[in-house]
Nanobody
Framework: EVQLVESGGGLVQPGGSLRLSCAAS????????MSWVRQAPGKGLEWVSS????????YYADSVKGRFTISTDNAKNTLYLQMNSLKPEDTAVYYC??????????WGQGTQVTVSS
């Protein structure tokens, strides 16, 4: 059974940092592309970043480029999102997702990130 479990969310002041983690199990982690997707209050899903573990290529939404860094630890089957210079508009539930050929096929339960003074 595929499982994705996010952690690391919380309340942080503007300009602060957080690191999200996503522990994966039930599949060969480095065979898949992995992504972070977020949903702000009252809004739809927004893709944030992706990483292809087998090539280490990374991709970012313009809204987070230069502030967020996606990475993996394949030995630990864990996906990370380092978020720096956080802004109130980064407030959202953050989900990790496994991407199959046809798009995201597995999701975690999400972790809340709130950026507020």
């Amino acid at each position: 059974e595929v499982q994705l479990v996010e952690s690391g969310g919380g309340l942080v002041q503007p300009g602060g940092s957080l690191r999200l983690s996503c522990a994966a199990s039930g599949f060969t982690f480095d065979d898949y592309a992995m992504s972070w997707v977020r949903q702000a209050p009252g809004k739809g899903l927004e893709w944030v970043s992706s990483i292809y573990s087998y090539s280490s290529n990374t991709y970012y939404a313009d809204s987070v480029k230069g502030r967020f860094t996606i990475s993996t630890d394949n030995a630990k089957n864990t996906l990370y999102l380092q978020m720096n210079s956080l802004k109130p508009e980064d407030t959202a539930v953050y989900y990790c997702a496994r991407y199959g050929v046809a798009g995201p096929d597995s999701w975690g339960q999400g972790t809340q990130v709130t950026v507020s003074s």
